[in-house]
């Protein structure tokens, strides 16, 4: 804010030490921090400073910026924490923000234990705490503020949940698979007629649609020969005792990989993410099947059609797929009538957690029926959409009491990712309580990160984290 005015006469001076008068600098600081656009360098501030008639070089711009005092952080009851990635994988600090207040109040270096605890002991009025599941600020929470109630963020929660959904479905995909192709070959003809003639024998087979392992040529795709072949090898060397890090250099894999191939229950949990890529013809599958099983065996003709649907590929992309709809052609034979394909298209492994994870009153009738059909044929799925549809329920209505029964509940049923989830629970069971049963979140808190994100960005190279520090807790 700038200063009174001086009585006629006066002038005020500056500093013996000073490049400028106090007036100046706080109008300089008042140009950087509230422009929009401040960065990289402060040449947007100068710019504008000398459209107001001031001379001031970009640097010194910034440094007045440093400088500015910041607002006092007052009495903060309610605080939600989070942290934002200065330089992904390398370099991380904290957020807080008072949730009563709607600001941010501070910015912590890295997002360890310690500096949450000692903001957290010169604050000793902080009542509770909202922050995501990372154990280092549970911890520092512990130690700088044991009196505050934690709460564990309901949507890190129920983030988890649909991560453990997704290993499951990955373990029991095969099933799914399976039933999809259990599809009766000529059922209504013969219920029809029942002394239909037999077909050829290039339809006595049902045509099962690629699942995603095996390439046009009916090959297993290199992705999925690696991934079986890294699969078996650190399993092997599991079985042995080595450790990850041993395993990890003995194969000249990346420890992560390494953790990830160790901890997967089955090759199938693996394949889920190795052939779940989505393609631009997936949506266009069931109008395909349906065109084809009416008769319509000319891909140029289906070519036109899709792209009348807005379908973008190009022919060659429809050549491929139905490569494997047309029986093998065997030498001195004519070519046998072309099966029509009697299989539905597998749903991915997302799609499925999708459904699983929406409420059955906002799905629609298709999906809800394919779902039903799951459920059916595989009870691990279905006790695993009942604990989800319980867990949603505690969820939507802030009843964390009911959160032992329900983990006593999904111990019972033979769902080992489920079982991993109730264990993480209950080392945080306090704070998963607490987000069960009051209002508090972290969305406005991920608001402020994403803030912060837009003004680091803005920065370019130039915002360390004193600079941004002061950008977050100054601008309006």
Partial sequence: MLEQPLPCGHVRRADRRADQT????????????????PLPGGRPGARLAAAFGIRIAKDALLDLLRSVPQPPVGTVRFLG??????????SYATVLVDLEARRPVDVLPGRDAEPLAAWLRRHPEVEVICRDRAGAYAEGARIGAPQAIQVADAWHLWRNVAEAVERTIGSHHGCIRA????????????????????????????????????????????????TAERFAAVQALLAEGKSLAAIGRTLRLDHSTVRRFARAGSLDELLVKAT??????????????????????DIP???????????????????????????????GRKRQPVSQPQSRPVPRPRRIVRWIMTNPAHLAAADAAELKEIRAVCPHLDATARHVRDFAEMLRNLRGDQLPDWMNRVLDDDLPALHSLVSGLRRDLEAVTAGLSTPWSSGQVEGHVTRVKLLKRMGYGRANLDLLRQRVLLAP
């Fill in 179 to 226: 039933a999809f192709a259990e599809t009766p070959v000529l059922a209504e003809a013969t219920a029809k007629d029942p002394v239909a003639p037999k077909p050829p024998e290039a339809v006595t087979a049902p045509f099962v649609p690629p699942d995603g392992t095996l390439d046009v040529m009916g090959r297993p795709r290199r992705l999925v020969a690696r």
């Fill in 301 to 331: 003709q289906l070519h036109r059609e899709l792209r009348e649907r807005g379908f973008t590929g190009s022919i060659q992309c429809l050549r491929r797929y139905f490569r494997a709809f047309r029986p093998p052609r065997q030498p």
């Fill in 276 to 297: 779940g890529r989505l393609s631009v013809l997936d949506e266009h599958k069931p109008y395909l099947h349906t065109r084809w099983a009416e008769g319509c065996h």
């Fill in 81 to 90: 924490v989070d942290d934002f990635a200065l330089r992904k994988g390398d």
């Fill in 22 to 37: 106090a007036r100046p600098a706080d109008a300089h600081a008042a140009v950087d921090a509230h422009l929009d656009r």
